[in-house]
C-alpha cells in the first residue's frame, strides 16, 4: 500500500515562501508521474506542478515562475517551493503520485494547508 504524507504547510504573509515535501513510503522512481494539487474552500482540486520520472515538469499558468516542483529520489520526497506566495494560493495541498501498469493507479496525500495572508 502507497503512502504519501505532506508536511510544510503553514500561515505566511503575500510575498513569502513555503517549501511543502511529500514523503512517499518505498521507492519514487517507480511512479511515471508525481505532483502537487490544491483546492480551495468551495472550489474543485486543480492541478498546480507535476514531474515525471525523467525529470519533466509541468505548471499550472497561475504559478508559472513562482512555484518549483523537484524530486528527492534518494529520499524517497517531492518538493513544491513556493515564491512570492499570494492570498489566491490559499489551499489545501494534496501530493499525487501516478502508477501505469496496465492500468492507471493514482494514490493521494492527506493534504497540507497553506494560508497566505494579505
Known amino acids: 500500500q502507497v503512502q504519501l504524507v505532506e508536511s510544510g504547510g503553514g500561515l505566511v504573509q503575500a510575498g513569502g515562501s513555503l517549501r511543502l515535501s511529500c514523503a512517499a513510503s518505498?521507492?519514487?522512481?517507480?511512479?511515471?508521474?508525481m505532483g502537487w494539487y490544491r483546492q480551495a474552500p468551495g472550489k474543485q482540486r486543480d492541478l498546480v506542478a507535476t514531474?515525471?520520472?525523467?525529470?519533466?515538469?509541468n505548471y499550472a499558468d497561475s504559478v508559472q515562475g513562482r512555484f518549483t516542483i523537484s524530486r528527492d529520489n534518494a529520499n524517497n520526497t517531492v518538493h513544491l517551493r513556493m515564491n512570492n506566495l499570494k492570498p489566491e494560493d490559499t489551499a489545501v495541498y494534496y501530493c499525487?503520485?501516478?502508477?501505469?501498469?496496465?492500468?492507471?493507479?493514482?494514490?493521494w496525500g492527506q493534504g497540507t494547508q497553506v494560508t497566505v495572508s494579505s
Open positions: 499525487k503520485a501516478t502508477l501505469r501498469i496496465f492500468r492507471t493507479y493514482d494514490y
Open positions: 518505498g521507492s519514487i522512481s517507480r511512479f511515471n508521474t
Open positions: 514531474i515525471t520520472s525523467a525529470g519533466s515538469t
